[in-house]
């Protein structure tokens, strides 16, 4: 069975920094890229924004516009391990984060639909 398990959400005030965790089991993390998705309360599943993504590889990776330079995307196969690092964080970013995986091998979508597993999420507040 598959699990992706997030951490690292909490309270922050308006230009601080955050580091969220996902630890993934239960599938071939080698060859699964992971995304973090956002999602604000009262929306939908399918309405979840696109936040970052890192391929199976972790060569190739890929920002929203509202979080590029501000977020960086990595993660340690070694402990089936994404991260996402977040600096500069505005009340905007508020939200629940969400972690992905699709395991196809396939990078590049940024749609909720072409992810095949989800965590339960983890909440980011930013305070002004």
């Known amino acids: 069975q598959v699990h992706l398990v997030e951490s690292g959400g909490g309270l922050v005030q308006t230009g601080g920094s955050l580091k969220l965790s996902c630890v993934v089991s239960?599938?071939?993390?080698?060859?699964?890229?992971v995304a973090w998705f956002r999602q604000d309360l009262g929306q939908e599943r399918e309405e979840r924004e696109f936040?970052?993504?890192?391929?199976?590889?972790?060569?190739?990776?890929d920002y929203s516009d509202s979080v590029r330079g501000r977020f960086t995307i990595s993660r340690d196969n070694a402990k089936n391990t994404v991260s996402v690092q977040m600096n500069s964080l505005k009340p905007e970013d508020t939200a629940i984060y969400y972690c992905?995986?699709?395991?196809?091998?396939?990078?590049?979508?940024?749609?909720?639909?072409?992810?095949?597993?989800w965590g339960q999420g983890t909440q980011v507040t930013v305070s002004s």
């Open positions: 992905a995986a699709d395991s196809s091998r396939h990078f590049g979508d940024r749609l909720p639909a072409s992810f095949d597993y």
């Open positions: 239960g599938l071939t993390f080698t060859t699964a890229s």
């Open positions: 936040v970052a993504a890192i391929s199976w590889s972790g060569r190739t990776t």
